[in-house]
């Protein structure tokens, strides 16, 4: 069984610093890791995935994650906040026996103050 | 990337009506998903829906309740069968497109 886990229901940063959106799997054999963002109204929009190579993954708007396979992460990560990030945040992992079936985390709500 | 156009994008319905959401791919495949975004909740996925042959359900999702119908290898249909209020939920379609999923704006039901 697969499950990914985002600890933080919320976080809050102010605009211009470092965003940290932590997600940590559980899957028996490869991970396929993504990010997603809901906006609200507005359906899902994919950020980035990891598949394999590099650990380190740059996705849209500035968004990048990186893959730590010893500490399961998949941290998403944004240099500078902006104001227009505030929204919902998944992360998902990908079954490898049926791709595009994924387990999503609970989600994680991000507020940018300016 | 695939472009997923779903009807309708809200309803308000009543206790104990049916609604059929349709999913229209630009794009022939052949697994499509159907999730549930329950209020404040993340998603959970319903079922997979494949071309040629009956959905496949999750734990805790039955056909009589959520029938699923795929007739080609780009749309497919969710009906909520008898809703209730705790039917109230966005629903997705998703669609595996090279390594990525790409999902529907989604359909956004009240039941009343």
């Not at chain 1, 959106?21 to 609200?40: A, D, E």
Request: with cysteine.
């Amino acid at each position: 069984a697969q499950s990914v886990a985002q600890p933080e229901d919320q976080v809050n940063v102010a605009e211009g610093n470092p965003l940290t959106v932590k997600c940590t799997y559980s899957v028996s054999g490869n991970p396929y890791l993504f990010w997603y963002v809901q906006y609200p109204n507005r359906g899902l929009q994919f950020l980035l995935k990891y598949i394999t190579g590099d650990n380190l993954v740059k996705g849209s708007y500035g968004f990048e994650a990186e893959f730590n396979k010893s500490q399961t992460s998949f941290h998403l990560k944004k240099p500078s906040a902006l104001v227009s990030d505030s929204a919902l945040y998944f992360c998902a992992v990908g079954a490898t026996d049926s791709w595009g079936k994924l387990q999503f985390g609970a989600g994680t709500q991000v507020v940018v103050t300016p | 990337s695939a472009v997923i156009s779903q009807k309708p994008s809200r309803d308000i319905c009543q206790r104990g009506t049916s609604l059929t959401i349709q999913c229209q791919v630009d794009s022939q495949v052949t697994m499509m998903f159907w999730y549930r975004q329950q209020p404040g909740q993340s998603l959970t996925l319903i079922a997979t829906a494949n071309q040629g042959s009956e959905a496949t359900y999750e734990s805790g999702f039955v056909i009589d309740k959520f029938p699923i119908s795929r007739p080609n290898l780009t749309f497919s249909t969710l009906t909520v069968s008898n809703m209730s209020p705790e039917d109230s939920s966005i629903y997705l379609c998703s669609v595996p497109d090279g390594l990525e999923a790409f999902f529907g704006q989604g359909t956004r039901l009240t039941v009343v």
